[in-house]
């Protein structure tokens, strides 16, 4: 097994709204691996999204500990946490999230300035094939190029890990191959860490790992000996 | 169910709905406020002139036979006048510095319809013959009399007691000022005293059975110019000097513009604050409409109507229309009656005080309900538009396009991705940027106007004193014969190092049709203490052949140098002629408007001998010039030949004291501008903020700091405030060169120039003002959750 990227420990989140506690998460433990692919399951309302939000550096958990190596997660400020999504998170949302008045070029080029050993845009446009559509605006691109932009905008950053809530949740199924393809060819040729959510149990067919949660705890782990090639995957 | 929604919606953005309701508010105040203290001021003015029957006409002569007075009422068109002895006085006292002066008025006991009566506030009647007067209650406080007072003047060279007997006001001196360049009453100098007619005769022996001054009221229908044509001639024998009509009488004069500004201001005030508010609404009205789309066609398939919905977004508008009418309207109720004091403090008119007025407050109350219910209604007037089933579907993207600006190539080079971003935000909401940038101008505007103003006033004052007056003291002669004794004793002061003697003589200059009643000043070619500059502050000789003019006078007379003037006098030897003199001459002024001459030249046009009104002196010992003019006025005390001494550094610090509370108006209009500057900013930076949050909560993610995130928002708005501010400059130049020609009188000119110091001033404290409304967005930017914001679709 490879070197551990992340690890939480009994990671607990708390909403409180009145009268009424909801826990979102109820004590989480769990590893992410460096240069894996992980396919998160679970029912809606799960803590899914929660869980990714907090390993993301987006949010903060109201209990239990996160370590990136040895830098703990849940004890740092705001000034960390962004240090920390800026260098190392790359964030990828079912809703595209692109700057409307952009193009697609500039979008990507908006996290490369800010990164520290940032990729090559127009090679990375190449590879998600979205070459001549450098200096379109996103108005101008259909949902899969414009998710393809994201991406590319994500991968820029060159981060050790790409977080991805529902990536293909908008897509149609040949479209949401390419972008899932483009996901485990980062993993793989980079040798980074992948992060999926999602409700589409195929999906999981392509990953390292499955974790399921359920209730705001995770309910199992499972491993896949033999991750199937995402051109494979069918639903 | 909705008014919940209402509330709600109100209180998440509460910091753009308190901005506007602030802006709305201080209209109101203004409004409300201004519209009352303008109302009682004319009501105080009008039941005052009534009852003290004030004059229409003012004559001022050399002397006449009194019992010719009531001949003079037969005269076509005049209704009453009143004959008066007027003689100015100084009162002796020792232990004061400065001089006092009291003007003595006569009044006619005899005469029970008497023109400009006085309205006896304290105290008993006057008696007649007996040395016994009323004070102006002005001069009363000031100088913490008590009634049965006995003060010393200096009257026909002796030194009389007058009792005090009473106090009162009267219409005539409502703002009184005891010379032309001064702008401020100050009571504790000068005040009047109003005495019975044999009284002044005794005081005065030469006036036994004169007057010297005529003021009448008019028949209702009666024309001035025309009762004036028919006064001159039987007039003339007396030594006419003028007559002039209520219009130009200074305290009148003043006391009607101040009301008139208070007018103007209670109007366009309120208006200029109500319509940046109703922007500033619709505004935000239109951006929750289009945020609140699909809230809009849920509603609309639930079954609402279009009225109900319009209604609901019409509800947030009236909110704030009624909320800030009632209290702008109250709180400026609450502060009409102080401001009346204030006003009152200027202004020696009886308080007719009208304190609740349910008119101002309903009419503030439905102005500014209006002016929402405008603004709102084309706020919201596109949620009619929309069908349901199109309000659930997102909005049309956003199509980005690159802008003209960017076509500029290098300039397009220099952006970054950010800058980028804000340039072309600039053109996404056009009518919102066109909206900042005019209010950025006026914010700037109006904070450069206002420090500009406050530069110039204090130039003014500067250059009158500093420059152009730089006697240390002046000596006033009682009279003509004082001249040679004068001099010759100042001369032999130890304490004088300079005389020079200077002459004021009223004359009435023409020039075809043109006519102007102006001190002619004649001082002598080598005078070092009275400079008379040119516009670049040099010294320009007086010619002993031809007049220097003001320029206003200038202008007034339609006269350029070289051209020829009529003059007339009461000071030429024959007094029914007129000479002719050329203009030499034309010099800029700032307070009063002068005519000056060469003194002997101004000898021989008048057919005079040796002339001087005063003298002029500068007093050696630099480090105590205030001992070597109180030892000189010490000397002149009691003295027959002397009328005064008055000190230089006094007057500068009383105009620069009275400055000072002007100066407190001049703050408030500062005040003004950063108000508007910051509110146009603060919420157009919320509304920025709310309605990007999706893109700026995706920066937030991509890993930049809130800071780096909100440099596009505050790129944007530098970029046009900056080109605001430049824009503001012709505008702030504009509006003073029309400020200077509507505020400027024959006491004061204003200079139609800003100053430099206000521009450089108004663009900082326009600066501070965005920074400090950005620095309010900002933390909206830092307090973003990035976890919710992203949670939705679009
Ligand atoms: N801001 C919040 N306030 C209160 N409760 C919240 C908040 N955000 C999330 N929750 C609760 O936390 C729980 C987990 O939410 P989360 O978004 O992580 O679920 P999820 O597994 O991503 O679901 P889905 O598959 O529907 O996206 C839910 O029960 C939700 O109601
Ligand atoms: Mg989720």
Redesign the pocket.
């Known amino acids: 097994m490879s070197t551990e990227l992340i690890a939480a420990k009994n990671l607990k989140k708390r909403?409180q709204?009145g009268e009424v506690t909801?826990y979102?998460l109820k004590g989480v433990d769990f590893t992410l691996y460096d240069g894996e692919l992980v396919v998160m399951l679970?029912?809606?309302?799960?803590?899914?999204?929660?869980?990714l939000n907090i390993i993301g550096g987006m949010d903060q958990a109201t209990e239990g500990e996160l370590y990136f190596g040895d830098k703990g997660l849940h004890e740092v400020g705001d000034r960390e946490l962004t240090l920390y999504r800026r260098n190392e998170v790359g964030f990828i949302f079912q809703f595209y999230n692109l700057m409307p008045n952009l193009t697609a070029f500039e979008n990507i080029n908006l996290s490369v300035q800010i990164a520290q050993d940032p990729l090559e845009i127009d090679g990375l446009l190449e590879q998600v094939g979205l070459g001549d559509r450098r200096d379109h605006f996103p108005s101008q691109l259909s949902g899969g190029e414009q998710q393809r932009v994201a991406i590319a905008r994500a991968l820029a950053k060159n981060p050790r890990m790409l977080l991805c809530d529902?990536p293909t949740g908008a897509l149609d199924l040949p479209t949401g191959i390419q972008v899932l393809k483009l996901l485990r060819d980062f993993c793989e040729n980079y040798h980074k860490t992948v992060v999926i959510?999602t409700?589409n149990t195929a999906i999981a067919e392509m990953a390292d790992r499955v974790v399921y949660?359920k209730d705001?705890m995770v309910d199992r782990i499972e491993k896949n000996a033999h991750p199937l090639p995402p051109e494979k995957v069918t639903w | 169910m909705l008014w919940k929604k209402m509330i709600r919606d109100i209180l998440s953005n509460k910091g753009s709905y308190v901005a506007c309701l602030v802006i709305v508010i201080i209209g109101l105040i203004v409004f409300t406020a201004f519209s009352i203290v303008s109302d009682s001021l004319n009501l105080s003015k009008d039941t005052f002139y009534r009852e003290q029957n004030f004059a229409q006409g003012f004559v001022e002569l050399v002397s006449m036979p009194e019992h010719n007075v009531e001949r003079l009422s037969r005269v076509e068109g005049i209704k009453e006048i009143s004959g008066r002895v007027v003689r100015e006085v100084r009162v002796n006292a020792p232990e004061r510095e400065e001089s006092i002066y009291l003007r003595l008025v006569s009044l006619d006991l005899s005469d029970s319809s008497r023109v400009n009566d006085v309205r006896l506030l304290e105290g008993e009647e006057l008696k007649d013959r007996e040395l016994n007067a009323w004070v102006d209650n002005q001069f009363f406080h000031a100088n913490e009399l008590e009634m049965g007072q006995e003060i010393e003047v200096v009257a026909g060279g002796r030194a009389r007691e007058i009792t005090i007997t009473g106090m009162g006001m009267s219409p005539e001196f409502t703002y009184p000022l005891r010379t032309q360049t001064e702008l401020f009453p100050n009571p504790e100098q000068f005040g009047i005293a109003f005495l019975p007619l044999d009284t002044m005769a005794a005081l005065f022996p030469d006036v036994q059975g004169r007057v010297n001054d005529l003021v009448f009221t008019l028949e209702p229908d009666a024309d001035f110019d025309r009762v004036k044509d028919r006064l001159e001639p039987e007039l003339e024998q007396y030594g006419l000097k003028t007559i002039y009509s209520r219009d130009d009488q200074v305290s009148h004069l003043m006391l009607t513009e101040e009301i008139t500004m208070l007018e103007t201001l209670s109007t366009s005030f309120p208006l200029l604050f109500l319509s940046i508010a109703g922007v500033i609404l619709y505004i935000m009205l239109k951006r929750m409409v289009e945020q609140q789309r699909g809230q809009i066609g849920i509603l609309k398939a639930l079954g609402y109507s279009d009225k109900e919905i319009v209604f609901h977004y019409l509800s947030y508008a009236l909110t704030v229309g009624a909320v800030g009418g009632l209290l702008g309207g109250f709180l400026g109720i609450l502060s009409a009656t102080p401001l009346t004091e204030l006003m009152l403090e200027f202004f020696n008119v009886p308080e007719v005080y009208e304190g609740f007025s349910l008119y101002y407050l309903m009419s503030g109350l439905l102005l500014s309900l209006t002016v929402f219910l405008i603004s709102g209604y084309h706020g919201c007037k596109q949620a009619l538009r929309l069908k349901p089933a199109e309000a659930m579907r997102p909005p049309a993207p956003v199509l980005g396009t690159k802008n003209i600006l960017e076509k500029i190539g290098f300039f397009s080079e220099m952006l970054t991705i950010q800058g980028k971003m804000a340039v072309r935000n600039l053109t996404r909401n056009k009518g919102r940027s066109a909206f900042m940038f005019l209010g950025i101008m006026l914010s700037c505007a109006v904070v450069a106007l206002t420090w500009s103003f406050n530069d110039l006033v204090d130039k003014m004052i500067f250059y009158q004193y500093e420059e152009v007056e730089v006697y240390d003291a002046r000596v006033t002669l009682s009279g003509p014969d004082a001249r040679d004794p004068v001099e010759r004793e100042l001369e032999g002061h130890t304490e004088v190092a300079r005389v020079e003697p200077i002459a004021e003589v009223p004359v009435t200059l023409s020039h075809h049709w043109q006519e102007e009643d102006v001190s002619l000043i004649g001082i002598t070619r080598e005078s070092s203490l009275y400079n008379i500059l040119d516009s670049e502050g040099r010294r320009v000789i007086p010619s002993d052949k031809g007049l220097i003019l003001s320029e206003r006078l200038a202008d007034k007379l339609n006269v350029s140098v070289g051209s020829t003037l009529e003059l007339e006098s009461p000071f030429l030897r024959d007094e029914d002629s007129s000479q002719r003199v050329s203009v030499y001459e034309i010099i800029p002024q700032y307070l009063g408007m002068n005519a000056y001459m060469e003194l002997s030249g101004l000898e021989e046009l008048l057919g005079q001998g040796k002339l001087a009104t005063s003298f002029l002196v500068n007093v050696n010992n630099n480090e105590n010039k205030e001992g070597g003019i109180s030892l000189l006025r010490d000397r002149y005390r009691e003295s027959e030949l002397v009328a005064g001494v008055d000190g230089r550094e006094e007057r500068i610090g009383q105009a620069a004291e009275l400055m000072e509370t002007f100066g407190v108006a001049l703050y408030i209009y500062v005040l003004v501008g950063v108000i508007i500057g910051f509110s146009i900013i603060y919420s157009s930076s919320f509304i920025i903020v709310s309605e990007r949050s999706r893109e700026l909560a995706s920066m937030r993610v991509l890993g930049m700091t809130s800071r780096e995130v909100f440099s596009v928002i505050t790129f944007e708005q530098w970029f046009l405030s900056f080109f605001a501010m430049l824009a503001a400059l012709p505008l702030a130049q504009l509006m003073q060169q029309g400020l200077a020609s509507e505020l400027s009188t024959d006491m004061y000119i204003l200079p139609g120039e800003l100053s430099s110091e206000s521009l450089f001033a108004a663009a900082v404290i326009t600066s501070l003002s965005i920074w400090i409304a950005q620095r309010f967005a900002l933390k909206k930017v830092r307090d973003l959750s990035l976890?919710?914001v992203l949670?939705f679709e679009e």
Do not use: N, Q
């Open positions: 909403y709204m909801v979102a679970g029912p809606s309302g799960s803590g899914k999204s929660t869980l529902e959510i409700h949660l705001g | 976890v919710e949670k």
